[in-house]
């Protein structure tokens, strides 16, 4: 048995770790499992990648399969990392269409869990793009799901957090660019509701992210920076940038240890947040030119950045809140994280529309990100949290989640029946099951 946690190091929890090398033995690691679900890179949150009994992790599958450039379409094994495809197709013109905060999640994993990036206001989340699955279920069969064969179970595997059984390959569709630089705008709101008017004025703009002080209150309760960007043409570059048309990440810092305790604590949230404010208000109405990994995953710069919040670890807590309810509700729970304090230090708010299968947690609404280090009174905050998500129609992320309870997911998810009748049908003796699975009852 091994310990295992995701991204946010909570919960910490035993299990029998499988390491298929090839797709024919994940499938009989699939089809012997004992309470086992697939598992990516590991940077699902909470417990969604972590099995009852045994954890099948998939990083061996990492090989690219076929690829047509004239249709920019790429076959991939589970395992690869969406950094591995970057640096594989921005250097020949191309890029995925959708990318989440950190390019270090597995292809299974990006469709598992849906992902959305800063663009899904105007091209949807990661599983529009997700031509075929080869898909190996409890059962021992192994099926080729698209939105032609089995398309139920395609939908239900979009997002359906690998409880449809384990993604063993699947055929993307990638974007042409003309280079690897983003032009970025910024603009500044000096509240929640400028910063929303902001995010609905920019709809036609591609990628759109605000990034909140969640600790100002007052008439500057919800201000933001709001971060704009599209992909550069060619002309668009100076003579320094045309001379490296597709920059790649190469070194990044890491973090070497776990941070005490008191490094993150209202002063020093505080400090930054002014200092950042103050920073990207500099910047307003000006256009940047940034590397593509600088503009779409600056965490990524920093290996192991979850050791910043101490060895206790932190969780995530990413709502979506539909639309006509988004800023009454946004306000009143950044409102009650500014009274209590214990601020969080990454908050995230983005405009999103319709997902793309029966579990997808994306719908027409706005999406917060807070995170917050484990302490006594986290859980019973967050649970406050969760009433006021619940009574604005809105849901919790499940890539995101570490404790929600099993009615505040089943009061998020109206397509939850049709889900778990694909579940009964395709895992009727219970072998996929994650510890995710068990907490909200799927």
Known sequence: MTAISGWGRY????SEMIHPRTADAARRATAQGDQAVARGNGRAYG?????????????HLNRIRTFDPKMGRVTLEAGLLLSDVIATFLPRGFFPYVVPGTSFVSIGGAIAADVHGKNHHSEGGFGGYVD??????????T???????????????????????????????????????VVQRTIVADSLGAAIAALESSESVTYSVAWIDCLARGPHLGRSLIFLGEHAASEQLDEKQAANPFPLRKRFLSMPVDAPSFVLNNRTVAAFNELYFRAGAR???????LPAHLHFFPLDAIGNWNRIYGRRGFVQHQSVLPSK????TLAEMLERIARRGGSSFLA?????????GSLSFTMPGYTLALDFPIAGDTFSFLDELDELVVAA????????????????????YPDLSFFREIRRTINPSGKLQSRLAQRIGV
């Not at 075929?132 to 069969?141: F, H, K, R, V």
């Not at 910047?283 to 030119?289: F, I, Y």
């Not at 309810?325 to 009454?328: I, L, P, V």
């Open 132 to 141: 075929s699955l080869l898909l190996a279920l409890p059962t021992g069969e």
């Open 143 to 181: 099926l080729l799901a698209s939105r032609d064969e089995h398309p139920d179970l395609f939908r239900a595997t979009i997002g359906g957090m690998g409880l449809t059984g384990t993604i063993l390959e699947a055929t993307i569709r990638l974007r042409s660019v003309e280079t690897g630089w």
């Open 47 to 59: 417990d969604a990648a972590i099995g009852i009994r045994q954890t099948i992790a998939l990083t």
């Open 325 to 328: 309810n988004a800023e009454a």
């Open 348 to 356: 995230v708010l983005k405009k999103l529309g319709a997902g793309s």
């Open 393 to 412: 129609g809105g849901r919790l992320y499940l890539a995101k989640d570490a404790r929600q309870s099993r009615a505040t997911f089943e009061a998020g």
């Open 283 to 289: 910047k307003v109405d000006s256009r940047t030119l």
């Open 11 to 14: 919960p910490i929890i035993d």
